[in-house]
């Protein structure tokens, strides 16, 4: 006999656990689709989105999951032996140049690490010596999924306008919009990529583009061209089925107004990223005090590039799949796995709707888990916890 009754608790990096209010409005009917209520809220949604990824570019839909914005981003902006530099970064940048190259697009890896950032350092010098500028496009990801790395996309700039390089700069929001600060217009951003299901907290079945003019002007040379995910026949459409390739994601859209609602409810993006910022110290004050030398670990070494929307946790001597395996049978708990090649490691996922009981239920229930499990630990990362989300309550 288990303990595991009750809700079943979810914190694995997406997709995140979905407001109830979220899943209530996916319950609406059908409705009619040329006009009427569902198209007031997709236009409603439209003048929203910019504000989310904070830029006056346009905003795109596709129905589909990251991978379908990915392809938006591509299939709009670059033509076939076009170069592309992707900014190695744990896992998830090299998926989406991997697909340029099956469109027919030659990518550079510009080396990364499992540990670190992208040095900025080193995409400046790169580009500087790109003198023919061949470079078309430079891919990166704000939060690497898998490392639990935050990348500084400000400096990245940077170092782009230091070395003077026209090339476009693509940024993979997937897992951080919405959790993280970003700025797409003041980092120089010319297209932002994201999708419905983690820090949106709608889910899977959504992808997002933010494209600014540099952008947009890219198209008429692009010849990667596709009708479903084209920003073209978007910016042109004069029936609202056209704003989708074809029949809109009804229910989707329901739940992304929903989403938005609950955003300005909550204070705007800024708030909602401040709660972010201070959950996330609370795991990482959980993970800190847990630490041992045989024992817990950040995957990330750097305090500063470490993500508030995921956290990775290598995990020594103490076998991760086990410890994953014992939550989730005898407590209810599913914790992330972990992936790319980390060795023994599993990840917490803290974005969306996400409060202090339900994080300090998750960071409890690891730390029972440890006990259960005779693990090596520091100290107890609930106590470490706790304190920690204190320090924010108004009493
Ligand atoms: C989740 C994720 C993806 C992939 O998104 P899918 O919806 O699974 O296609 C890509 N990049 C990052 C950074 C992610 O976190």
């Known amino acids: 006999m288990s303990l595991n009754h009750g809700i079943p608790s979810l914190a694995i990096p997406g997709p995140s656990v979905m407001p109830p209010r979220v899943l209530a409005a996916m319950s609406n009917q059908m409705p009619n689709i040329y006009e009427g209520g569902l198209v007031d809220i997709s236009n409603d949604i439209l003048s929203r989105l910019p504000g989310i990824a904070r830029t006056s570019g346009h905003p795109f839909m596709v129905i589909s999951n990251g991978h379908g914005a990915w392809l938006m981003a591509i299939a709009n902006t670059l033509s076939r032996g076009d170069k592309i530099l992707v900014l190695e970064s744990g896992r998830f940048a090299i998926g989406w140049g991997e697909m340029g190259v099956v469109s027919g697009l030659e990518m550079e890896i510009l080396p990364g690490t499992m540990t670190d950032p992208i040095d900025p350092a080193a995409l400046e010098a790169r580009l500087a010596a790109d003198t023919d500028h061949e470079i078309q496009a430079i891919l ?61 907290m709608v889910p899977p079945g959504l992808g997002f583009c933010w494209a600014n003019d540099k952008a947009l002007a890219r198209y008429e040379h692009a010849d990667l061209h596709n009708t479903y995910v084209d920003w073209q026949a978007r910016l042109d459409a004069d029936a609202h089925y056209e704003l989708y390739a074809g029949t809109p994601p009804i229910s989707h859209l329901y739940a992304l107004k929903e989403a938005l609602d609950i955003i300005d409810e909550e204070g705007g993006i800024e708030a909602v990223w401040d709660r972010h910022t ?23 070494t ?39 090649g980390l060795g023994n490691a599993f990840r917490i996922g803290h974005m969306g709707h996400l409060n202090p009981p339900a994080l300090l239920g998750t960071l409890a229930t690891v730390e029972a888990a440890l006990v259960a499990m005779g693990a090596p630990m520091g100290g107890s990362g609930v106590a470490a916890a706790a304190a920690e989300i204190a320090k924010h309550l108004t009493v």
């Open 278 to 300: 201070k959950l996330a110290g609370a795991v990482r004050a959980a993970v800190e005090a847990w630490a041992t030398p045989d024992g817990f670990s950040f995957n990330i």
């Open 140 to 200: 990166c990801v704000q939060t690497d999924t898998a490392t639990s790395v935050r990348n500084d996309i400000g400096a990245l700039r940077a170092a782009i306008d230091s070395a003077g390089h026209p090339a476009l700069f693509m940024v993979d929001c997937i897992a951080s919009m919405g959790c993280e600060p970003f700025e797409m217009d003041e980092w120089g951003v010319d297209v932002t990529v994201a999708a419905s299901q983690k820090g949106m």
């Open 302 to 340: 750097d305090p500063a590039a470490r993500s508030n929307a995921v956290t990775t946790i290598l995990t020594g001597s103490i076998d991760a799949d086990h410890l994953r395996d014992v939550c989730e049978r005898e407590t209810g708990l599913t914790l992330g796995l972990g992936i790319g």
